[in-house]
């Protein structure tokens, strides 16, 4: 089932903004990765702070057949492949909605 598994937000301090949202939303970051933080009791969309990346939705499927499905299901509704340079081994599919926002389709099962 596609869900939203994290919230990915552009900052420009990491240490900064992770203090900040910790804070504000009662977030915990994960141990040697300040980046992510976790809601309480693990449950929701997790935040993920990025120096390098835009703002975006990481939608999480439980499988690459699912993840297929999902493309092509999201893709039927408007949204549209985005050029990216992926990585050899790439467990996420950029695409953009009609007005342009960019978000990913991450197989989770990938690792």
Do not use: K
């Not at 509704?77 to 081994?89: F, M, Q, S």
């Amino acid at each position: 089932m596609l869900r939203i598994g994290s919230i990915v937000l552009n900052v420009s301090d990491l240490d900064r903004a992770s203090a900040f949202w910790s804070t504000a939303l009662g977030h915990t970051p994960r141990p040697g990765r300040p980046e992510v933080l976790t809601p309480p009791g693990g449950t929701g969309p997790l935040l993920w702070l990025d120096e390098d990346d835009r703002t975006h939705l990481d939608l999480w499927t439980d499988s690459a057949e699912e993840q297929r499905a999902e493309v092509e299901r999201l893709s039927a509704l408007g949204a549209v492949r985005v050029e990216w340079d992926y990585p050899e081994v790439a467990d996420f599919v950029v695409l953009a909605d009609p007005e342009g926002n960019l978000f990913c389709v991450i197989n989770t099962a990938a690792g």
